[in-house]
């Protein structure tokens, strides 16, 4: 045996270890373990990786996938490692490739007792033939890439075209053999016909887009058409009737946003004497003019054209001049409002409105649609006014604790405590803000209280109070003078 064992071992193995120097196998054997088994942590780590990292690669077998896993796994063995059968069983699907999906979810759902190595190494195996053959199915007998409609079998990539000889479709999609229904050209369908001119839509005046030129600033009192905007006016005055709102517009010229108060009606006359009502009008105090918009006027019913530097509209029954275009490209409308005649009771109603309310600002009533008067009210002067702050003044704090003491008296206090105190006394040190607190039924107690503080405290020279009646009382002013200590009320 001795010799047997030297005979498998190489020249340099045996120089390399000294085997020769040895006189037994035994000695023999456990040098060559000594020197190539690895059975510490490090080696277990990496060949647990190995095995969790393992894929079975295309051209590798079934059956060779196995015996790897199996060699990683007598590995492991060696190194003292007891591995189940159920981890080898893991880490043999993990390693497999998707095509095997369907054995796994097969071998997963089967019951716990009925998995056993032997058992998923065998439907591995027949998943494998299994496999192989629908390879060899599918090369013979390649499936057509053509539509469903083709009533044989065949590649599009070798289907010739005998109209244009061309590869990938038959005559019958040719561009060839198309012939457009318009022209009667080849090549092309009616909907691509470039001699196909599309008819267009006839010209409405109801439809026609108008276009404000709102360019500077013009009179305040006038009315400037535009296409986009909602009715607005800046004058209370000229509304018929006004319901209190509140909301934002945005403003192009400030790029900014003003607020409504309301909406309401207006009701005027156009020099031409056509008498017109504005409604919804947004009612905006500081707005830098008014605006007609031709969007409310066309929802109206009404058609607006702008032609030959005027803005006619035109209805069922009626057609007339709005406005027309002036020197700085604006288009001016003559609309003259009716002043109401509820306004001038307003204005008197206007300072009895803000007593009613409790002196409510100009703000306040114009979000209720009341009028706004900005006369001098002496009332609201008066009740505005504040005192000047006290100043504290010169403050000097205390040099060293205990010497100053601040105490209040909070209560009476509901519930009482279960020993029935209902009041809360607390000193406060001036120098390290130090705080004490004292329960006490009465305040009558406070006297009893400040003598057991002064006996531990006896430093204490001043106590600063609020005045109060239990503080300058007599008993209090006894103990205090008694201790030496000043109240400072």
Not at 182 to 198: A, D, I, M, P, V
Not at 423 to 443: M, N, Q
Not at 477 to 482: C, D, P, R, T
Request: proline content about 3%; glycine content about 6%.
């Amino acid at each position: 045996a001795y010799a047997l064992m030297l005979s498998f071992l190489s020249d340099k193995v045996i120089g390399l270890l000294s085997l020769s120097d040895e006189n037994t196998c035994a000695s023999i054997f456990q040098k060559l373990k000594s020197t190539y088994l690895r059975d510490g942590a490090v080696n277990q780590i990496l060949i647990r990786k190995r095995l969790a990292m393992l894929k079975m690669k295309k051209e590798v077998s079934m059956q060779e996938h196995l015996n790897e896993v199996n060699g990683l796994v007598n590995q492991l063995k060696s190194c003292g490692v007891k591995i189940s059968d159920m981890d080898i069983i893991v880490y043999i699907l993990i390693s497999l490739p998707p095509e095997y999906d369907s054995t796994k979810s097969a071998i997963e759902n089967q019951p716990s007792e009925h998995v056993s190595l032997r058992f998923v190494v065998s439907r591995l195996l027949d998943a494998e033939a299994l496999l192989k053959d629908r390879r060899v199915s599918e090369t013979k007998s390649p499936r057509s890439e053509s539509s469903n409609d083709v009533a044989f079998s065949t590649n599009q990539r070798t289907v010739v075209c005998f109209k244009c000889n061309k590869k990938g479709h038959i005559a019958r999609f040719c561009d060839k053999t198309m012939v457009c229904h318009h022209c009667g050209n080849l090549g092309h369908k009616r909907r691509n016909c470039r001699y196909l001119t599309r008819k267009k839509p006839p010209f409405k005046e109801a439809e026609a887009a108008a276009v404000s030129f709102v360019v500077g600033e013009g009179e305040v009192k006038k009315f400037i058409v535009d296409s986009g905007a909602s009715h607005m006016c800046s004058q209370r005055e000229w509304f018929e009737e006004l319901k209190p709102s509140s909301g934002t517009v945005s403003c192009a010229a400030k790029s900014s946003l003003l607020e409504f108060a309301g909406t309401g009606v207006m009701r005027g006359r156009l020099k031409n004497g056509q008498e017109i009502v504005l409604k919804n009008v947004l009612f905006i105090p500081k707005l830098n003019g008014n605006l007609i918009s031709v969007k409310q006027i066309q929802k109206a019913g009404y058609s607006v054209l702008f032609k030959d530097n005027k803005a006619i509209v035109k209805g069922k029954n009626k057609t007339f001049v709005l406005c027309e275009l002036n020197s700085k490209r604006q288009y001016i409308s003559d609309f003259i409002p009716t002043v109401s005649n509820t306004f001038v009771a307003e204005t008197e109603e206007a300072e009895l409105w803000h007593r009613r309310l409790g002196g409510s600002g100009n703000h306040a009533l114009r979000k209720l649609g009341l009028p706004t008067s900005d006369s001098f009210c002496e009332n609201c002067v008066l009740a505005k006014q504040s005192a000047e702050p006290i100043g504290k003044g010169n403050r000097r704090r205390e040099s060293a604790p205990m010497r100053m003491i601040h105490s209040d008296l909070c209560g009476p206090v509901e519930p009482a405590t279960l020993s029935g105190e209902r009041y809360v006394l607390t000193f406060v040190d001036d120098y390290s803000r130090f705080c004490e607190v004292r329960l006490i039924k009465k305040k009558s107690d406070i006297a009893v209280e400040f003598k057991k503080f002064l006996k531990v405290n006896d430093t204490v020279k001043r106590i600063r109070c609020d005045n109060a009646k239990e503080y300058v009382s007599g008993e209090l002013q006894k103990v205090a003078s008694n201790a030496g200590v000043e109240i400072d009320p």
